[in-house]
C-alpha cells in the first residue's frame, strides 16, 4: 500500500516536472536570457575582457581578505564550485547519447544568452547584500525582500533552494561519488558516505570563510586538472577535431533530421544540459555573489558571468570532446558516466578508469560545499539563530550519507521541482528589478570611460535605489 502510495506521488511529480521543464522553465529562461543580453547591450561579449582583469586582480586581492572579508576570487570559486559537479561530465555524455552532437551547439547557445541572466542576478545581489560579521551574506531572498518588499515570497525561495540544494543535490552528489569509487576501486559505499560526510562537516561547521578558502584551494585544481587531460587528448587527436566541429554543427543545424525529431531532441537536450549545468538565472549563484568585498555591484556581475563561461563553454566542452573523439560514442551501449568513461579508456588507457572516478570525486565534493553555502546564507534569511543552523549542518550531513547508500527516485523528482520553482520566483524577480542592474553598468561603465580604473558604487547615483550597504 505505502509503496504504490509513493508510485503515484513520484508519477504526478515527473509530469509535472515535465510540463514545466519542457514548456514554462526553459522559455521564461530564454527570454528573461535574450531580454537581458539585449537590454546590456551584450554585456557578456562586450566587457569579456574586463572580467579576466577583474577575476586576476580578484586573486591577488589581499586586503579584501583581511579581517575575514571574502574576496571577489573567492565568491567566483564558491559558485564554480556549485556549478561545476558531476553532470559536467554525467550530464554531457548523456546529452550526446540522447541528442547527438547538436546538443552541444544548443548546449554553448544557451549558456551565451545565459550570461548576460548571471549578470543581473549576481549584480542585484551585490546591490542588496546585508552585512554578516566581516562579511556579507545576500541573494534572491534578499533583493525580493528588499527590492520587492515581499519577506514572504523571499522565505519560499529560502525554503526551496534550503532543501533543494542542502538536502537533495548534495545526496544525489555523494550518491555518484559512493558509485564512481564503488564501480572503480570496489570501496563499500557506506564507508564512503561516512568519509564524505566527516570531510563536509569539518568544512562546513567552520562556516563560511573555510567555505570560501577550501573552494579556492579545490576548484583551480580539478577545472585546471580536467582541461589539461582534455587538452592532451585534443592534441592527440588534432586532425579530427574539424570533423568534430562539422558533426555538431551539422547536426544541431539539420532541417531534414528536424522533420524525423532529431533536431528537436538535439536542442532539448543541449538546452536542458546548458541551464542544468550553469545555473544562469536560477537564483542560486547569486548566494555565492553576494558575499564578494567589492567596490562596484558590476564586478561581480561580471566576474559571475564569466562564471557562466568557465562552466559550459569550458568545462562541458571538455568532456564533449573527448567524447566526441571517440569512434565508438554513437554505437556504444553505455550512457552518462560509463559512455565518459569509456571514451577516456580509449584516450589514454587503463588510467582513464581512475581519472574519471577521481575527477568526480573532486566534481561532486566540491558541489557538495559549494551547494551548502547556497543554503547558508537562506537559512540565516529564515532566522538569526546560530542553533537552528548548526542543526540545518547536521541535518545536511545526514543527507549526505543518505545519499551514498540509498536511491530514492521521488526525491531526486521532488529536486527538480523544487528547483523549477525557485527558477520561477528568481526569474520574476530579477525582471523588476533588472532596471537597477542595468544602471548599475551604466554607472559602472561611465566611471571607467572617465578615466577611474576602479569605479565606486553610491546607491545615490541611482535613482529608486534603497538599499543599506551601498550608501
Given at each position: 500500500?505505502q509503496?504504490s502510495?509513493?508510485?503515484a506521488?513520484?508519477?504526478?511529480?515527473?509530469?509535472?516536472?515535465?510540463?514545466?521543464?519542457?514548456y514554462v522553465?526553459?522559455?521564461?529562461?530564454i527570454?528573461?536570457?535574450?531580454?537581458?543580453t539585449?537590454r546590456?547591450?551584450?554585456?557578456?561579449?562586450?566587457s569579456?575582457g574586463e572580467?579576466?582583469?577583474?577575476?586576476?586582480?580578484?586573486?591577488?586581492?589581499?586586503?579584501?581578505?583581511?579581517?575575514?572579508?571574502i574576496?571577489?576570487?573567492?565568491?567566483?570559486?564558491?559558485?564554480?564550485?556549485s556549478r561545476?559537479?558531476?553532470?559536467?561530465?554525467?550530464g554531457?555524455?548523456?546529452?550526446?547519447a540522447?541528442g547527438?552532437?547538436?546538443?552541444?551547439?544548443?548546449?554553448?547557445?544557451?549558456?551565451?544568452?545565459?550570461?548576460?541572466?548571471?549578470?543581473v542576478?549576481?549584480t542585484?545581489?551585490?546591490?542588496?547584500?546585508?552585512?554578516?560579521?566581516s562579511?556579507?551574506?545576500g541573494g534572491?531572498?534578499?533583493?525580493?525582500?528588499?527590492?520587492?518588499?515581499?519577506?514572504?515570497?523571499?522565505?519560499?525561495?529560502?525554503?526551496l533552494?534550503?532543501?533543494?540544494?542542502?538536502?537533495?543535490?548534495?545526496?544525489?552528489?555523494?550518491?555518484?561519488?559512493?558509485?564512481?569509487?564503488?564501480?572503480?576501486f570496489?570501496?563499500?559505499?557506506s564507508?564512503?558516505?561516512?568519509?564524505?560526510?566527516?570531510?563536509?562537516?569539518?568544512i562546513?561547521f567552520?562556516?563560511?570563510?573555510?567555505?570560501?578558502?577550501?573552494?579556492?584551494?579545490?576548484?583551480?585544481?580539478?577545472?585546471?586538472?580536467?582541461?589539461?587531460?582534455?587538452?592532451?587528448?585534443?592534441?592527440?587527436?588534432?586532425t579530427?577535431i574539424p570533423a568534430?566541429?562539422?558533426?555538431?554543427?551539422?547536426?544541431?543545424?539539420?532541417?531534414k533530421?528536424?522533420?524525423?525529431?532529431?533536431?528537436g531532441g538535439?536542442m532539448?537536450?543541449?538546452i536542458?544540459?546548458?541551464?542544468?549545468s550553469n545555473?544562469a538565472?536560477?537564483?542560486?549563484?547569486p548566494?555565492?555573489?553576494?558575499?564578494?568585498?567589492?567596490n562596484?555591484p558590476?564586478?561581480?556581475g561580471?566576474?559571475?558571468?564569466?562564471?557562466?563561461?568557465t562552466?559550459t563553454?569550458i568545462?562541458?566542452?571538455?568532456t564533449?570532446?573527448?567524447?566526441?573523439?571517440?569512434?565508438?560514442?554513437?554505437t556504444?551501449?553505455?550512457?552518462?558516466?560509463?559512455l565518459?568513461?569509456e571514451?577516456i579508456?580509449?584516450?589514454?588507457?587503463?588510467v582513464?578508469?581512475?581519472?574519471?572516478?577521481?575527477?568526480?570525486f573532486?566534481?561532486?565534493f566540491?558541489?557538495?560545499?559549494?551547494?551548502?553555502?547556497?543554503?547558508e546564507?537562506?537559512?540565516?534569511?529564515?532566522?538569526?539563530?546560530?542553533?537552528?543552523l548548526n542543526?540545518?549542518?547536521?541535518?545536511?550531513?545526514?543527507?549526505?550519507?543518505?545519499?551514498?547508500?540509498?536511491?530514492?527516485?521521488?526525491?531526486?523528482?521532488?529536486?527538480?521541482?523544487?528547483?523549477a520553482?525557485?527558477?520561477i520566483?528568481?526569474?520574476?524577480?530579477?525582471?523588476i528589478?533588472?532596471?537597477f542592474?542595468?544602471?548599475?553598468?551604466?554607472d559602472?561603465?561611465?566611471?571607467?570611460n572617465s578615466?577611474?580604473?576602479?569605479?565606486?558604487?553610491?546607491?545615490?547615483?541611482?535613482e529608486?535605489?534603497?538599499?543599506?550597504?551601498?550608501k
Amino acid at each position: 500500500m505505502q509503496n504504490s502510495i509513493m508510485d503515484a506521488m513520484n508519477n504526478v511529480v515527473l509530469q509535472i516536472n515535465d510540463v514545466l521543464w519542457s514548456y514554462v522553465i526553459i522559455i521564461m529562461l530564454i527570454a528573461a536570457g535574450i531580454y537581458f543580453t539585449i537590454r546590456t547591450k551584450f554585456v557578456q561579449f562586450t566587457s569579456f575582457g574586463e572580467q579576466f582583469r577583474l577575476l586576476g586582480s580578484g586573486i591577488g586581492d589581499k586586503e579584501a581578505k583581511k579581517d575575514g572579508k571574502i574576496s571577489s576570487f573567492q565568491a567566483f570559486c564558491i559558485s564554480t564550485a556549485s556549478r561545476v559537479g558531476t553532470g559536467n561530465i554525467a550530464g554531457i555524455a548523456l546529452a550526446i547519447a540522447v541528442g547527438g552532437p547538436g546538443s552541444i551547439f544548443w548546449m554553448w547557445l544557451i549558456a551565451l544568452i545565459g550570461s548576460a541572466s548571471s549578470f543581473v542576478e549576481s549584480t542585484l545581489a551585490q546591490m542588496y547584500k546585508v552585512k554578516n560579521g566581516s562579511a556579507f551574506r545576500g541573494g534572491p531572498a534578499y533583493y525580493m525582500e528588499q527590492g520587492l518588499k515581499s519577506r514572504k515570497m523571499g522565505i519560499a525561495f529560502a525554503i526551496l533552494i534550503s532543501m533543494c540544494f542542502g538536502f537533495v543535490f548534495n545526496a544525489v552528489q555523494t550518491n555518484t561519488i559512493t558509485l564512481a569509487l564503488n564501480n572503480s576501486f570496489g570501496f563499500n559505499r557506506s564507508i564512503m558516505a561516512v568519509a564524505v560526510a566527516v570531510l563536509t562537516a569539518l568544512i562546513i561547521f567552520g562556516g563560511a570563510h573555510r567555505i570560501a578558502k577550501a573552494a579556492e584551494i579545490m576548484v583551480p585544481v580539478l577545472a585546471g586538472l580536467y582541461i589539461i587531460i582534455a587538452i592532451i587528448v585534443v592534441l592527440m587527436n588534432i586532425t579530427h577535431i574539424p570533423a568534430v566541429f562539422g558533426a555538431i554543427f551539422s547536426n544541431a543545424l539539420n532541417i531534414k533530421s528536424a522533420t524525423g525529431g532529431f533536431m528537436g531532441g538535439a536542442m532539448m537536450m543541449g538546452i536542458k544540459r546548458g541551464l542544468f549545468s550553469n545555473e544562469a538565472g536560477m537564483g542560486s549563484a547569486p548566494n555565492a555573489a553576494a558575499t564578494a568585498h567589492v567596490n562596484h555591484p558590476v564586478v561581480q556581475g561580471l566576474i559571475q558571468s564569466l562564471g557562466v563561461f568557465t562552466d559550459t563553454i569550458i568545462i562541458c566542452s571538455c568532456t564533449a570532446f573527448m567524447i566526441l573523439l571517440f569512434p565508438g560514442y554513437s554505437t556504444s551501449p553505455n550512457t552518462g558516466i560509463e559512455l565518459a568513461q569509456e571514451a577516456i579508456v580509449s584516450h589514454i588507457g587503463n588510467v582513464g578508469g581512475i581519472f574519471i572516478a577521481v575527477s568526480i570525486f573532486l566534481f561532486a565534493f566540491s558541489s557538495i560545499i559549494g551547494n551548502y553555502y547556497y543554503s547558508e546564507a537562506n537559512i540565516e534569511f529564515i532566522t538569526p539563530k546560530k542553533g537552528a543552523l548548526n542543526v540545518f549542518r547536521a541535518l545536511v550531513c545526514g543527507m549526505v550519507i543518505f545519499g551514498g547508500i540509498t536511491s530514492v527516485d521521488i526525491v531526486w523528482n521532488l529536486a527538480d521541482l523544487f528547483m523549477a520553482l525557485m527558477a520561477i520566483l528568481n526569474i520574476i524577480a530579477i525582471l523588476i528589478l533588472g532596471k537597477f542592474a542595468f544602471k548599475a553598468l551604466e554607472d559602472y561603465k561611465n566611471q571607467k570611460n572617465s578615466g577611474i580604473k576602479e569605479p565606486v558604487f553610491k546607491s545615490s547615483s541611482i535613482e529608486g535605489l534603497e538599499v543599506s550597504e551601498w550608501k
